[in-house]
């Protein structure tokens, strides 16, 4: 039996997979990786479309940190005191690493620290890791077919990917297949999909977001910040909240949202050698990213057309 899944984000390029995979006519599944780090727009977006499509209801999967941030505590229980941490910020540590509820808070505070591009464990511990828990037992019953929204034009490193790749396994004799319907298409051919269902594509991009994953995703550029900015403070005081939380649980006491060399004065902190020693801590809070967002001056910028995610999966937008 050969077993079709389609990984849904919310973004447009996943959307047109989705109502591909319905236009084929074959019985699928539809999946989603949801990280508790989506603007509600998103989340609605996802929960409507089996409704306004006719197509499979989608499955949220999330990931569950629980086992891990117990293991974190008798950590540090047993080692912080012997690094020469404080005991009343080994009591606040143990406070504060409990699960929450929502994936990407748990997966910082297990880590004690935000993801960065460098160190980018979000991808494969809020999506990868999820998707593979449905997919592991899909396989056990034969064959799987898991649909990719990944197109060509997106980005140079997704400039060859192929629409169809198989991984085979000798025992028990299985194969997944990675199939990548909208590779060769360009983005008008992906809204006319939108179209032709009758869909309104995720209404981010309507405010002019260029991708709708994470909100924002650690590798946000300085436009989609200033559109943050602009739309949603809700979105800053979450995230500022966060970084509170994830700096208790961290050993060194401090944590920010974004890398240190996300604003011209964070780079220049982080080159001087202050690197979170309690007073001197100089890394940018997400609010004074947000504030550097809205200037003109430098910082820390990428590419146009590279996607945040660089996985040859495409599991954030
Ligand atoms: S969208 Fe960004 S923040 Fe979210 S999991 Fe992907 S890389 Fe990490």
């Given at each position: 039996?050969?077993?079709?899944?389609?990984?849904i984000?919310g973004g447009k390029d996943s959307t047109a997979t989705y109502l591909?995979?319905?236009?084929?006519?074959?019985?699928?599944?539809?999946?989603?990786?949801?990280?508790?780090?989506?603007?509600?727009?998103?989340?609605?977006?996802?929960?409507?479309l089996?409704?306004?499509?006719?197509?499979?209801?989608?499955?949220?999967?999330?990931?569950?940190?629980?086992?891990?941030?117990?293991?974190?505590?008798?950590?540090?229980?047993?080692?912080?005191?012997?690094?020469?941490?404080?005991?009343?910020?080994?009591?606040?540590?143990?406070?504060?690493?409990?699960?929450?509820?929502?994936?990407?808070?748990?997966?910082?505070?297990?880590?004690?620290?935000?993801?960065?591009?460098?160190?980018?464990?979000?991808?494969?511990?809020?999506?990868?890791?999820?998707?593979?828990?449905?997919?592991?037992?899909?396989?056990?019953?034969?064959?799987?077919?898991?649909?990719?929204g990944?197109?060509?034009?997106?980005?140079?490193?997704?400039?060859?990917?192929?629409?169809?790749?198989?991984?085979?396994?000798?025992?028990?004799?299985?194969?997944?297949?990675?199939?990548?319907?909208?590779?060769?298409?360009?983005?008008?051919?992906?809204?006319?999909?939108h179209?032709?269902?009758?869909i309104?594509p995720n209404?981010?991009?309507?405010?002019?977001?260029?991708?709708?994953?994470?909100?924002?995703?650690?590798?946000?550029?300085?436009?989609?910040?200033?559109?943050?900015?602009?739309?949603?403070?809700?979105?800053?005081?979450?995230?500022?909240?966060?970084?509170?939380?994830?700096?208790?649980?961290?050993?060194?006491?401090?944590?920010?949202?974004?890398?240190?060399?996300?604003?011209?004065?964070?780079?220049?902190?982080?080159?001087?050698?202050?690197?979170?020693?309690?007073?001197?801590?100089?890394?940018?809070?997400?609010?004074?990213?947000?504030?550097?967002?809205?200037?003109?001056?430098?910082?820390?910028?990428?590419?146009?057309?590279?996607?945040?995610?660089?996985?040859?999966?495409?599991?954030?937008?």
């Open positions: 039996m050969i077993e079709h899944i389609v990984n984000s591909l995979a319905i236009e084929r006519g074959r019985p699928f599944r539809a999946v989603w990786a949801d990280t508790g780090h989506e603007h509600p727009a998103t989340v609605d977006f996802i929960k409507d089996s409704r306004k499509t006719g197509g499979p209801e989608i499955e949220a999967v999330r990931a569950d940190f629980t086992e891990r941030m117990a293991k974190k505590r008798a950590f540090i229980q047993r080692k912080w005191a012997e690094h020469g941490v404080p005991s009343d910020r080994i009591e606040r540590a143990l406070d504060i690493i409990q699960p929450t509820g929502n994936p990407f808070l748990d997966l910082c505070l297990w880590k004690g620290r935000f993801p960065s591009a460098g160190a980018q464990f979000c991808t494969q511990h809020l999506k990868i890791e999820p998707v593979e828990h449905v997919l592991t037992p899909a396989l056990e019953h034969g064959d799987v077919v898991q649909w990719l990944i197109r060509r034009a997106e980005s140079r490193r997704r400039a060859d990917t192929p629409r169809v790749r198989r991984v085979r396994w000798i025992e028990p004799k299985r194969s997944m297949i990675y199939f990548a319907p909208i590779a060769h298409w360009g983005w008008n051919a992906v809204f006319w999909m179209e032709r269902h009758g309104d209404p981010l991009y309507g405010l002019g977001a260029s991708r709708v994953g994470c909100w924002p995703c650690i590798n946000a550029r300085k436009s989609e910040l200033k559109l943050i900015g602009q739309h949603d403070p809700e979105a800053i005081a979450k995230l500022m909240e966060w970084e509170v939380l994830v700096a208790e649980a961290s050993k060194r006491g401090a944590a920010t949202f974004f890398a240190s060399d996300t604003t011209p004065e964070g780079a220049a902190a982080a080159k001087r050698g202050e690197t979170g020693a309690t007073g001197e801590y100089r890394f940018p809070r997400a609010d004074e990213v947000f504030e550097w967002a809205k200037t003109d001056r430098g910082g820390r910028q990428y590419p146009m057309f590279e996607p945040a995610c660089a996985s040859e999966y495409g599991m954030c937008e």
